[in-house]
């Protein structure tokens, strides 16, 4: 399918934790640089791109969320789900757009907490692949990136700690674009964690079943060189405002 020719997904947006490793009292998408938060950026980009719908997962401060997005959400229409199990694992939260996810349309599937340039969506919108993921080569060795492996022309690993040979390995910047088909199993897989009693799991690990049970549906897009970046501590905040802000395309 063309590019052009496919139709505009659905956005969904993790919203809904707290950000205590930030040290933050608030959520992390209400954090502002440049005079705009998170979600406010996040509603701006998608809106210039040409989304239509939004529907964001909150939790924590869900009133306080909810009123930040309708400030910003001029020509968007907006809706909301709520996890009062905001505290468990981010697959909860998955679990709580089960019906969006369900609803036989493409989606894009958002964390809130990232700091990132409109040329990301750009490439996520107008991938050839149907489900797609965004993959950043540059990045720092550790356990906190979640890493996506390539070997063999064919996406081979998604998590936080991989083992094994890869071709190579980048950074997953937390964006993905699924098709109808992918996004419903995706909802699928949420409420099998669920009755499993793994509502502590990352949501992660759940789109990490769907790519292994079948690597050649999904593709991927390079962004490395690209500014972006997740907040999860305090350090990423001052690398936020400090080498990633000054070198964003303006919004306007």
Same mark, same amino acid.
């Given at each position: 399918m063309n590019p052009a020719s496919q139709p505009?997904?659905?956005a969904l947006i993790l919203a809904a934790g707290i950000g205590r490793r930030c040290g933050l009292?608030?959520?992390?998408?209400?954090?502002?640089?440049?005079? =705009?938060?998170?979600?406010?950026?996040?509603?701006?980009? *998608?809106?210039?791109?040409? +989304? $239509?719908?939004?529907?964001?997962?909150?939790?924590?401060?869900?009133?306080?969320? =909810?009123?930040?997005?309708r400030r910003a959400a001029?020509? *968007?229409?907006?809706?909301? +789900? $709520?996890?009062p199990r905001y505290l468990e694992g981010s697959v909860v939260t998955l679990?709580?757009?089960?019906e969006a996810l369900a609803a036989g349309d493409p989606v894009l599937?958002?964390?809130?907490?990232?700091?990132?340039?409109?040329?990301?969506?750009d490439r996520l919108l107008g991938s050839r692949h149907e489900n797609v993921f965004l993959l950043d080569r540059r990045f720092e060795p550790g356990d906190e990136p979640v890493k996506l492996c390539v070997r063999g022309g064919r996406l081979a690993e998604?998590?936080?700690?991989?083992c094994g040979s890869?071709?190579?390995?980048g950074e997953s910047?937390?964006?993905?674009?699924?098709?109808?088909?992918?996004?419903?199993?995706?909802?699928?897989?949420?409420?099998?964690?669920?009755?499993?009693?793994?509502?502590?799991?990352?949501?992660?690990?759940?789109?990490?079943?769907?790519?292994?049970?079948?690597?050649?549906?999904?593709?991927?897009?390079?962004?490395?060189?690209?500014?972006w970046t997740e907040i999860d501590f305090p350090e990423d905040v001052r690398h936020a405002r400090d080498r990633i802000l000054p070198a964003l395309r303006p919004l306007d």
């Amino acid at each position: 399918m063309n590019p052009a020719s496919q139709p505009i997904p659905h956005a969904l947006i993790l919203a809904a934790g707290i950000g205590r490793r930030c040290g933050l009292d608030h959520p992390k998408a209400l954090l502002e640089f440049g005079g =705009r938060s998170l979600l406010e950026r996040h509603l701006l980009l *998608l809106r210039a791109c040409g +989304v $239509e719908r939004v529907t964001l997962a909150i939790g924590h401060q869900g009133d306080r969320l =909810r009123a930040a997005a309708r400030r910003a959400a001029a020509g *968007l229409a907006l809706d909301f +789900v $709520e996890n009062p199990r905001y505290l468990e694992g981010s697959v909860v939260t998955l679990w709580t757009l089960r019906e969006a996810l369900a609803a036989g349309d493409p989606v894009l599937l958002m964390d809130a907490d990232v700091l990132y340039d409109r040329r990301m969506l750009d490439r996520l919108l107008g991938s050839r692949h149907e489900n797609v993921f965004l993959l950043d080569r540059r990045f720092e060795p550790g356990d906190e990136p979640v890493k996506l492996c390539v070997r063999g022309g064919r996406l081979a690993e998604f998590r936080k700690r991989v083992c094994g040979s890869f071709d190579y390995c980048g950074e997953s910047v937390g964006f993905f674009r699924f098709g109808p088909e992918k996004a419903a199993e995706l909802a699928r897989l949420t409420e099998r964690y669920l009755e499993r009693g793994r509502g502590d799991a990352p949501h992660e690990e759940a789109v990490r079943d769907m790519l292994l049970a079948d690597p050649d549906a999904f593709g991927w897009e390079d962004v490395t060189g690209l500014p972006w970046t997740e907040i999860d501590f305090p350090e990423d905040v001052r690398h936020a405002r400090d080498r990633i802000l000054p070198a964003l395309r303006p919004l306007d």
